[in-house]
Every structure is written in structure tokens, then in C-alpha cells.
């Protein structure tokens, strides 16, 4: 999922979905009014009305995790060391003797020690409810738990093979909870939090992806040829669209299908997994399941996924987005991570919010199954914020000019509109004054802070904020100015 270029061809939308889709008017611009959507170089609105509501309902939610934890944590590394392209963050180490590997080492020895993890991975601390309970606490909407990553450890009880937390060589099926994909979901479900299911694409580990009859991979890709040798290419097929059968029929409701691995297409060395099937399979199941076939544009990405430690939209997008961005500088656990800190992560959520997209959080917890302190540490500090402001977040569509400075523009669908001041840095108090944009001030009636009181609006479309709420803000990082309007903008 690191590391690679969002893909940027335009993609010209069939007509048939044009008299579906209606032209936006402020307050949400292209996003439509709360659902209908206009045309996007970037993007096909779905044609299923399921889907479309589905769609609606998840850019409500603006927050979400993805939870990324594989056995590997035991290393404090991810799994892209595996794949045999050296960049500067995937190097190999010798994580016993702490000392960077030459670049000889041999593949095959590095990758049956790396499977090997599987005999030794024993989380004795995992509890989700725990993790559920985080969630929640922290305004969590929706997950993502993670089924696979491109190394192919599953965490669930597949029946198509025995690299799972489920294997009797794994000491976890010893343990409550080792199907996580189960565990978490139901206690993501109790919490009332949306499950979505991460799904890698490629598969290092199978004998279908990586054959060990042919050379040794030399990038992330099959090492051999789909056109070449179909039949072991359909091989990989049935085992994909096994393995996402067992996960769309077995492990309760589901609304989103989350598959990385973009590379993995037709276009990119015959790579074809019959997406159009599997989707429409997946559904059979789920109905109305948001597909997202993340970075091959087409009738499966069903929202946009710009990815990064610190990427998003520098500005307002026309169609469904999610910038996806870890905690810190790793998607899974590392040790001694850098944590953004609270008031960047709220940042980042209003930025998203006011530029019609949705924030989603990488976080994973160790090799134990518990989270590092500082991130639950984070977490509660981003659930503290919307208990306050939360409804200027959820639920909510852009509003025009949708950021002037520091403050961005977010409303709900009956015309109410949301001013959120963002603070200058960590420790930055509240400004004394905010001048509204000219067209948000002629509608509004009444002005008011959430989580504090009425403020007054000259006749400039100047609000001033007292001393005695300067003195003690309601909370920190950014401050919700709610605007109730006389009119629908």
C-alpha cells in the first residue's frame, strides 16, 4: 500500500451514468446535495442505487482507522522488505543483530525466515473490545480490519491456506480472538462503529502469485507471465476470489471492500482477476458494499484513496475521497514511531471534511496485540475534540469559498454552515477576531461557538470572541463556530 504513484489518466464517464448523476449547487459543489454527484475526469459515480446510498451514508462518517497489524510486528517492520525492489524504506535488516543485510542476501532464506514469524506470533494481549472501546471513544465511524497485506498472512480462518493466525503452527489459534477479522468485527459492531475489510490483491505467499518453479521475483509483481502460463494465473484467480467469498459470506455486515494493490490489473502484465465479477459476487452477499478497487480507475474504485504520511488534496475535490494517512511515519507498528500530534490529526480531519473527502487513520498496535500509549494517548485526544465539535463534522458537505486562511467551511443540509478556526500550531490560543466570507455573513441569523455561547456579527462580517472565551476556550487545536442561516446558501 506504500509507496506508489496515485494513477492520473482521465476517464471519460459512459452516458448511460449521466442521468443519474445531477450537477451540485453550494453548499457541496460537485459532491452534489448530499448524494448527487457530477461528472469527474477521476471518477464514475456508481450506477447501483444500493451503492449510491451506501456512498452518501460513508461520507457522513469523515472518520475512519484502518487497522494494520501483521506478524511481522514482531520485527517492528512491515512487509515490504519481502518484495525484492530496495528503496529507502523498505531495506532489509537483520532484526537479531540489528545490522543492515548486504544487498547478496539470499531471497529465499529471507523470506522462509520472514514466513517462519507465523510459529512465534502469540499477541497474549490482544483484546478488541479494548480496541473497539479506543474507537469509539475517539469518534471512529467506520474501520478497516485487515484481512491480508501483500505478504499473505491472513487473519482470519481461511480455508484456502494454512498461512493464518488460525494454524495450529501459529500459537495465536491457541488464543480467544485469532480469527480477528471475526473478533474485531463483532466488536467493532457492538460499539456501533461500520466494519470495512483491507484486502491485499497480490500475494507474496501463495504458490500462484510467487511460483517457486520459476526465476525468483524481481519486483512486486508475478514472476511470471499471466498471458504465458494462464493456467496457473487461474489458479491465483480462484484463490482471490475464494478467499474474498469467505470474508463477504461468513463475517457479518460489511460495507466496504478495501482491496490494495493497484498493480495487480488488466493493464499491468495481463494481471486480470475479474474484478467486474468479483465485485458483483461480493455483493451478492453485501448488498449496496462500497468496492474500492483503489488506483484502477473504473466502475470498481467506488471513492478516491490519495495515500501518504502526510498526503491529501491541497484543495476542495468534486467526488468521493479519502486521504489515507498513517498515525505516524509507518502504517503498521514500528518501534520509537513519531506520532503526529492531536492538533495536526484535527487538522487534517477539518481539512478533509471542508475538501469533501474523508480521513482515514493507519494505526496498529504491536507484536502483543496493545497499543503504544502515545497513540491511544492521540486517540483520545481527537475523541475529546468531537464531543464538542463533532457536528460540524459529521454529516456534513463542503460550503463555499470551503477554506479562506485559517479556517475551513463545512454545512448540513438543512443550510446551517460552520466556520472552524484552526489553530497556528500545537500551542496557538484563539485568534481575537474571525471575519466571515462575504456570502456566509449576509445569511447568517445567529452565531454561536460550540461548546461555549452566542457571539455577536458586525455589520463587516467580523465576529469578535470575548476575552472570557479566549481566556477558556471549550477546547483546544480548533474551535466550530456554528452559523445558523436564514436561508439555504
Not at 451478492?284 to 501518504?308: A, C, H, M, S
Not at 496493545?370 to 464531543?387: C, H, N, S, V, Y
Not at 456566509?440 to 463587516?460: I, Y
Amino acid at each position: 500500500m506504500k509507496h506508489r504513484l496515485i494513477h492520473t489518466v482521465l476517464l471519460l464517464l459512459p452516458l448511460v451514468v449521466l442521468h443519474a448523476v445531477v450537477l451540485a449547487a453550494n453548499p457541496t459543489d460537485g459532491q452534489g446535495e448530499f448524494g448527487a454527484y457530477a461528472p469527474s475526469g477521476k471518477w464514475m459515480p456508481p450506477s447501483d442505487p444500493a451503492v449510491l446510498k451506501k456512498l452518501q451514508q460513508w461520507q457522513g462518517h469523515k472518520f475512519g482507522v484502518l487497522l494494520d497489524w501483521q506478524a511481522c510486528t514482531q520485527w517492528g517492520i512491515d512487509s515490504w522488505p519481502l518484495c525484492p525492489e530496495r528503496y529507502s524504506w523498505n531495506v532489509r535488516k537483520d532484526w537479531i543483530h540489528g545490522v543492515p543485510e548486504a544487498e547478496e542476501q539470499d531471497n529465499q532464506k529471507y523470506k522462509a525466515n520472514y514466513e517462519a514469524l507465523k510459529n512465534t506470533f502469540k499477541p497474549a494481549r490482544f483484546n478488541p473490545e479494548q480496541w473497539a472501546d479506543m474507537l469509539k471513544n475517539a469518534g471512529v465511524k467506520y474501520a478497516l480490519i485487515m484481512s491480508k497485506h501483500h505478504d499473505g498472512f491472513c487473519l482470519w480462518d481461511t480455508a484456502q491456506t494454512d498461512y493464518k493466525t488460525t494454524s495450529k503452527d501459529c500459537p495465536f489459534h491457541a488464543l480467544p480472538g485469532a480469527d480477528t477479522v471475526k473478533s474485531i468485527g463483532d466488536a467493532l459492531r457492538k460499539h456501533g462503529i461500520r466494519v470495512g475489510i483491507y484486502f491485499s490483491k497480490p500475494d507474496w505467499n501463495t504458490p500462484f502469485y510467487w511460483d517457486p518453479s520459476q526465476p525468483p521475483p524481481k519486483n512486486r509483481n508475478a514472476n511470471y507471465s499471466p498471458r504465458q502460463r494462464p493456467d496457473v494465473w487461474k489458479k491465483f484467480k480462484d484463490f482471490t476470489w475464494a478467499q474474498i467469498e469467505e470474508l463477504m459470506k461468513n463475517y457479518g455486515p460489511i460495507d466496504i471492500l478495501w482491496l490494495d494493490g493497484g498493480w495487480v490489473r488488466p493493464t499491468s502484465n495481463a494481471q486480470d482477476i475479474d474484478m467486474d465479477g468479483i465485485a458483483a459476487m461480493a455483493r451478492k452477499y453485501q448488498p449496496g458494499l462500497l468496492v474500492v478497487d483503489r488506483t484502477v480507475k473504473g466502475p470498481n474504485e467506488n471513492y478516491i484513496t490519495p495515500e501518504g504520511v502526510h498526503s491529501m488534496p491541497r484543495s476542495y475535490q468534486p467526488y468521493p475521497w479519502e486521504a489515507c494517512m498513517p498515525i505516524g511515519n509507518h502504517w503498521n507498528y514500528f518501534p520509537n514511531d513519531t506520532y503526529k500530534s492531536v492538533t495536526t490529526l484535527v487538522h487534517y480531519l477539518c481539512r478533509c471534511a471542508a475538501r469533501g473527502g474523508n480521513y482515514l487513520l493507519g494505526i496498529g498496535p504491536d507484536a502483543s496485540g496493545a497499543f503504544d500509549p502515545t497513540l491511544i494517548e492521540r486517540m483520545a485526544g481527537i475523541g475529546a475534540w468531537l464531543k464538542i465539535n463533532g457536528e460540524a463534522i459529521y454529516d456534513t458537505r463542503p460550503v463555499k469559498p470551503y477554506e479562506q486562511g485559517d479556517c475551513v467551511f463545512t454545512g448540513k443540509r438543512d443550510g446551517t454552515a460552520y466556520v472552524i478556526v484552526l489553530a497556528a500550531n500545537d500551542t496557538a490560543g484563539m485568534p481575537e477576531t474571525v471575519t466571515l466570507p462575504s456570502e456566509l455573513a449576509a445569511n447568517a441569523a445567529k452565531v454561536e461557538m460550540l461548546g461555549a455561547s452566542r457571539l455577536t456579527l458586525d455589520a463587516a462580517g467580523k465576529i469578535n470572541i470575548p476575552t472570557a472565551i479566549r481566556d477558556k476556550p471549550p477546547c483546544a487545536h480548533a474551535w466550530a463556530i456554528k452559523l445558523t442561516t436564514r436561508k439555504t446558501p
